[in-house]
């Protein structure tokens, strides 16, 4: 059984700033990948930030330059900081962690809300 459990959503400012953080545990075989998605109301799902095994990262291009993800392989953490938010940045965030072997797995989300 895996399980990641995030943290960190939360209401703010637009121009604030939250840190969102997740951690992998249980019966999960070395990661891959790990990254950030987010869906708004009627909206699909949409990639953030995903970072690699190597460190390697890419993000989506509303993010780029305000967002920063980051990993912790020893503790299977992975974390996104979010600095200067907009209104519409305002979405459920959802960790996704990629094994090398066997389905990936997702959180169970975490609201973000930015005021104007």
């Known amino acids: 059984q895996v399980q990641l459990v995030e943290s960190g959503g939360g209401l703010v400012q637009a121009g604030g700033s939250l840190r969102l953080s997740c951690e992998a545990s249980g019966s999960i075989s070395s990661i891959r990948t790990m990254g950030w998605y987010r869906q708004a109301p009627g909206q699909q799902r949409d990639l953030v930030a995903r970072i690699t095994w190597d460190g390697s990262t890419n993000y989506a291009d509303s993010v780029k330059g305000r967002f920063t993800i980051s990993r912790d392989s020893a503790k299977n953490t992975v974390s996104l900081q979010m600095n200067s938010l907009k209104p519409e940045d305002t979405a459920v965030y959802y960790c996704?962690?990629?094994?090398?072997?066997?389905?990936?797995?997702w959180g169970q989300g975490t609201q973000v809300t930015v005021s104007s």
């Open positions: 996704k962690v990629s094994p090398w072997a066997g389905p990936a797995y």
